[in-house]
């Protein structure tokens, strides 16, 4: 359901958009909110300025995050319990190697890899030592890919606010002086029009960098965030099951244990499937 509020968000953003663009009595957009250049001038300087705050590697980091607002789905408390259920009843019954040969059906790729490390250690305290880090690791990259959408949430209005700036000078200096022997010609009125005008597509300028703010970057990373607490509870549930299933304690015990992780919904559907 992430997945999808996400994209219902933007779509609703963008919608309540256009129907703000459309003139209603010619039929048309106004073409004044569209302006590539002004979109380059944020888009461009917010970037540049991260990488200039930022190693290179971290920026990069806000494309993965992304594509896990966008583009994936965490599964279900409820499964992946489940999972973990059938894992320890076999480990149980067959012993912790016979779990080898299902790793490569085990989707969530933390629960693989700590699947993998309980097969390597052989001290269960080394093992959770181990899980912890490799949980500490996740969870700083996913806090740094947040820093960096937070910090674009700053820079984008302010360099909105500068090309304004930029297009207000460009029209003071080049508009009047070019338009002054119109003004000695009695055509102010004309003058006046065309200052308008560049007034308004410099403060476009402005409008993209508190629409790229507040539509994009901040959402973004609250839903980072939101996404980032909610998988590091699941992972510290996983750590918790694979080091009984290493201490070999009943499946029964350790399905009860990991609802303590979980709301009370999923406890009651968890109770009615045993």
């Known amino acids: 359901m992430s ?12 919608v309540l958009l256009a129907s703000t663009m459309f003139d209603y009595q010619q039929q048309s957009f106004i073409s004044a909110f569209l302006n590539w250049q002004a979109l380059l001038l944020v888009l461009g300087g917010t970037f ?16 993965p995050g992304i594509y896990k ?6 599964r279900s ?13 076999l480990a149980k019954r067959k012993g912790p190697l016979a779990i080898e040969n299902q790793l490569t059906d085990v989707e969530d790729k ?11 250690y052989q001290d269960a305290e080394k093992l959770r030592s181990s899980l912890q880090t490799r949980l500490m690791t996740n969870r700083l990259q996913d806090l740094n890919s947040q820093e960096v959408f937070i910090n674009m949430a700053s820079y984008s209005p302010a360099f909105g606010m500068m090309g304004t700036v930029m297009g207000l000078i460009v029209m003071m200096t080049t508009q009047i002086n070019a338009d002054m022997y119109s003004l000695v010609a009695a055509q ?4 006046l029009s065309g200052l308008l005008h560049g007034m308004g597509l410099a403060l476009v300028t402005t409008f993209y960098g508190v629409l790229l703010a507040n539509l994009l970057f901040l959402p ?20 918790h099951a694979v080091v009984a299933m290493k201490a070999q304690e009943s ?14 919904k999923t406890q009651q559907r968890l109770g009615e499937m045993a």
């Not at 607002?69 to 965490?74: C, G, K, L, Q, Y």
């Not at 933390?110 to 390597?120: A, T, V």
């Not at 909610?230 to 992972?235: G, I, T």
């Not at 350790?254 to 992780?261: D, N, T, V």
Request: hydrophobic share 50%; proline share 2%; aromatic share 8%.
């Open 3 to 14: 997945r999808l509020a996400s994209f219902l968000g933007i779509l609703l953003g963008v």
């Open 48 to 63: 540049a300025a991260a990488l200039i705050n930022y190693p290179l590697n971290q920026v990069v980091s806000i494309f």
């Open 69 to 74: 607002v966008f583009a994936t789905e965490s």
């Open 77 to 89: 408390d409820e499964e992946l319990i489940t999972e973990i259920f059938d894992l320890a009843t």
């Open 110 to 120: 933390f629960f693989r890899h700590s699947l993998n490390e309980m097969l390597l």
């Open 188 to 191: 102010s009125n004309d003058m």
């Open 220 to 239: 973004i990373a609250g839903k980072l965030k939101v996404l980032g607490e909610q998988e590091l509870l699941r992972n510290e549930m996983i750590i």
């Open 251 to 264: 499946p029964l015990l350790i399905k009860e244990q990991l609802k303590s992780f979980v709301h009370e």
